[in-house]
């Protein structure tokens, strides 16, 4: 666990305090060796490198967490006796950060309020000069910024020894990129922080500032009942837009670089004048690292450059993401978006599936974003638009065929894989929700897998290709369980799958997210052998082995990562549901068994739950914890016993989906939890408790029904009807109900 406190042991200081003697070019061979294969140290030793070099040539504030880190290396914080003074207005309490022209210092302010307070103050050495006016200036483009996302400026003052300060609101949060690392923030709920950036921006922007140094040190995220809000802080080398706005000359002179340097824009760096479009390109370097968790290639220290480019998560920029980035990093300013504003317009369409204007409005990808906006429309339309991207899918792929370049033709390699993988994980899911769509959805995967095995001819070592061949097996199987007469067919792909993953693990055995997927292989093919005698009730003494041997290996390679990483989410996550599997399997046959393990399960739950209380996974595998045990001692008997436990299970699923109410796998898990709440308060004689939950049920299936019309949750609308009519003895009224219901085409139940 991290502390406060740097780590004696940690060869942090020494690398740099020997690498800062060297030459610049000689410095990242030199650190290189001396992390002795460490890329971390190396990485935090060539942050700091640069952050020296930028501060050296422009005494401007360079990234606090660093610096400051290496100063208390070697220096313990002061004590608060030891801090400056402030009068009697101002309490010190410690430390905050170092920068390269001032210090930040937290204050508790006693008048006329008691809070705590930031306070920046100017270092002795830079004082005078052009220091103290940068100090006042920027307290003059605080106090004409009025946003939430803004720290306010409170108050301006001189220190007894001639020092300007400045006192800003406290920001109580980590770094943007921290935040969303150790929450495992989502990805549509990291695009909404950065929008919320953008929008403050764009506001200091319309106000005429320049931001100038945006970086994640300087965009903090506070929690408010767990609900994230981003501030921006920080304007110490923001600059008026148009200097006639301000008295006085301007103190950014033409040759000046000021910034931090992974963030700066090209001309940042050749000290020449920024405007809008400079925050624009910071904008998109941040972009870059909260969907990564790394700095651009171009931008990142030579050591991290092959992480970032190897990285799973520099997927994400092979579609859209990647291309907004791009265009907010051109290296020519006209090239970017002209305001924060067109950048933040351009995440929106992206999110809304709208076409982007970062790219040309090409036929592929015009089709496919009409594809998405008008899902709802005609099946026939969807099924012709989509048999039309199939070919351009399929035109694009033998173009390699043809092509002699190698350069080329790697180039077209990689168009061809992001274009597949879009069908694949995108358009293909949204194909399942259309009832009929299940002739093209077999058509489109089989084509897929088809040129998956092309590839893997002449690439059969390829991780990436590999990993898409078995996700393409898993999407068949899963249409293909579902067709009448194919049942057979898919059990053999999930099986191909699963060798599949075997192969992976054989050939890179210390890869633990492998290895965590080939866990998950084990556990979907229990699914299929499950599955196989039927989606309830008893099941062969046959099955109920072959399927318990599957999941007991998924457990085993789940108890296997948690002790490599316990504090690993996904892992602990994985590992509760083997457990809750295999209590699902018993609980069929073997009710004292299926208890034993509902309740192990439970505390693999509340484990996951003290190790990582804030994920919205954990709150869900609590409430399906709670609801299996309630479920088991409801079949086993014991009604009173389970009431809590069902009570419990509701209440994690109606947090879940008053903070995602836009979820339909939450808002169908509530359903089925009123369910089991219905059923055990009927066994207690409390009908009037089981006939709110039952109607409960009702609401909640056809809010369903009505968000996502086209036929998906009909058949959860008339159960529920049913069951609640029933339990009412409206016995006419009940058979009207059971023909609201076609045939089920969407996902199963829990």
């Given at each position: 666990?991290?502390t406060n ?8 200081k ?9 030459p ?10 001396a992390?002795?294969g ?8 060539m ?7 930028s501060e050296?040539?422009?005494a ?14 070697a ?8 801090l ?5 207005k ?18 508790e ?8 307070v ?9 004082v ?5 006016e940068r ?6 483009l605080?106090?004409g ?19 300007p300060?400045i006192?800003?609101?406290f920001?109580?949060g ?5 935040d ?12 909404a ?7 403050a ?5 319309q ?13 903090l995220?506070?929690?408010?009942d767990?609900?994230?809000r981003?501030?921006l802080?920080?304007?110490g ?23 931090s ?6 001309e ?5 004048r920024?405007?809008?479009r ?6 998109g370097v ?13 931008q ?17 920029l ?10 907010a ?16 317009e ?12 970062a ?34 899918v ?7 065929e043809?092509?002699q370049a190698?350069?080329e ?27 009929g ?12 897998l ?10 059969p ?6 990993d ?9 199987a ?12 898919a ?6 799958a699963?060798?599949?993953r ?5 050939a ?6 492998y ?18 005698d039927?989606?309830?009730g ?6 109920a082995?072959q399927?318990l041997?599957?999941?007991t290996r ?11 990483d316990p504090?690993?989410?996904?892992f ?32 693999v739950a509340?484990?996951?739950a003290?190790?990582h ?12 914890a709670h609801m299996?045990l309630?479920r ?14 069902l009570?419990?299970?509701a ?6 989906n008053?903070?995602?109410?836009n ?5 169908r ?22 006939q ?9 299936a056809e809010?369903l ?5 086209g ?17 009412r ?5 009940a058979?009207?109900?059971a ?12």
């Amino acid at each position: 666990m991290k502390t406060n406190r740097p780590n004696p042991n940690d060869p942090t200081k020494r690398i740099f305090l020997e690498a800062r003697e060297l030459p610049p070019h000689e410095q990242e061979h030199f650190v290189s060796g001396a992390a002795a294969g460490d890329q971390r140290i190396a990485a935090r030793v060539m942050r700091l490198l640069s952050a020296e070099r930028s501060e050296a040539a422009t005494a401007i504030d360079t990234p606090a967490i660093d610096l400051h880190d290496l100063h208390r290396s070697a220096h313990p914080d002061p004590e608060p006796g030891s801090l400056p003074h402030l009068g009697d207005k101002y309490t010190p309490v410690r430390l905050i950060g170092c920068g390269g022209a001032g210090d930040v210092y937290l204050y508790e302010q006693n008048r006329p309020i008691r809070r705590p307070v930031a306070i920046k103050l100017l270092r002795p050495a830079v004082v005078s000069g052009t220091g103290a006016e940068r100090l006042r200036r920027e307290a003059r483009l605080l106090a004409g910024l009025d946003h939430p996302g803004i720290a306010r400026l409170l108050d301006v003052g001189e220190a007894a020894d001639g020092r300007p300060f400045i006192v800003m609101e406290f920001v109580d949060g980590p770094p943007i990129d921290r935040d969303c690392i150790k929450h495992e923030t989502l990805l549509p709920d990291r695009l909404a922080l950065f929008r919320e950036l953008c929008d403050a921006v764009h506001h200091a922007h319309q106000r005429g500032v320049i931001h100038r140094d945006i970086k994640p040190a300087n965009v903090l995220v506070e929690r408010t009942d767990g609900r994230p809000r981003v501030r921006l802080v920080d304007l110490g080398v923001a600059r008026l837009i148009d200097d006639g706005l301000s008295p006085g000359p301007s103190l950014t002179m033409a040759g000046a670089v000021v910034g931090s340097f992974g963030f700066m824009s090209p001309e940042q760096r050749r000290g020449e004048r920024a405007d809008t479009r400079s925050d624009v390109y910071a904008l998109g370097v941040l972009l870059y690292c909260l969907l990564t968790e790394a700095l651009p290639p171009a931008q990142a220290p030579a050591d991290q450059r092959a992480l970032a480019q190897t990285s799973p998560e520099t997927k994400l920029l092979r579609g859209e993401l990647g291309t907004i980035i791009a265009h907010a990093m051109a290296p020519k300013q006209d090239d970017r978006y002209e305001t924060v504003r067109e950048l933040d317009e351009d995440i929106r369409r992206h999110l809304n599936h709208e076409p982007i204007r970062a790219r040309g409005p090409g036929a592929l990808y015009s089709a496919t974003k009409f594809l998405r906006r008008h899902w709802a429309a005609s099946v026939a339309a969807a099924l012709a638009i989509t048999t039309a991207i199939a070919a351009l899918v399929l035109i694009n792929i033998s173009r390699i065929e043809t092509i002699q370049a190698h350069a080329e033709a790697e180039a077209q390699y990689a168009e061809a894989r992001r274009i597949s993988n879009y069908f694949l994980r995108d358009v293909v899911t949204r194909l399942y929700r259309v009832p009929g769509a299940q002739e093209i959805q077999l058509d489109l995967l089989n084509e897929l897998l088809r040129q998956i095995e092309d590839f893997l001819n002449s690439r059969p070592n390829d991780p990436d290709l590999l990993d898409d061949y078995a996700e393409t097996l898993y999407a068949l199987a899963d249409v293909l369980s579902i067709t009448p007469g194919e049942w057979n067919t898919a059990v053999g792909h999930i099986q191909r799958a699963l060798d599949v993953r075997l192969r992976l693990v054989e050939a890179v055995p210390d890869n633990t997210d492998y290895l965590m997927k080939l866990g998950v292989a084990y556990a979907r093919r229990g699914d299929f052998t499950l599955r196989n005698d039927g989606p309830g009730g008893a099941i062969s003494a046959e099955s109920a082995a072959q399927t318990l041997g599957f999941y007991t290996r998924a457990l085993e390679i789940d108890r296997r990562l948690v002790e490599i990483d316990p504090d690993s989410r996904r892992f602990r996550d994985n590992f509760y549901w083997s457990h809750d599997r295999i209590a699902s399997v018993l609980h069929r046959s073997d009710k004292p068994g299926a208890l034993r393990w509902a309740r192990d399960a439970m505390e693999v739950a509340e484990e996951l739950a003290r190790r990582h209380p804030d994920h919205y996974l954990t709150a869900f595998a609590l409430s399906k914890a709670h609801m299996k045990l309630g479920r088991v001692l409801h079949d086993s008997g014991m009604h009173e016993q389970a009431t809590p436990y069902l009570l419990i299970a509701a209440e994690h699923a109606e947090r879940l989906n008053e903070i995602y109410p836009n979820a339909w796998h939450f808002k169908r898990h509530l359903n089925y939890a009123y369910g089991e709440i219905a059923k055990n308060a009927k066994e207690l004689g409390e009908f009037q408790v089981a006939q709110d939950a039952l109607a409960k049920r009702v609401q909640i299936a056809e809010s369903l029904n009505s968000a996502e019309p086209g036929g998906r949750w009909r058949s959860l609308v008339s159960d529920a009807q049913q069951r609640l009519l029933r339990f009412r003895e409206d016995f006419t009224a009940a058979e009207r109900a059971a023909g609201v219901g076609p045939e089920r085409t969407g996902p199963p139940p829990d």
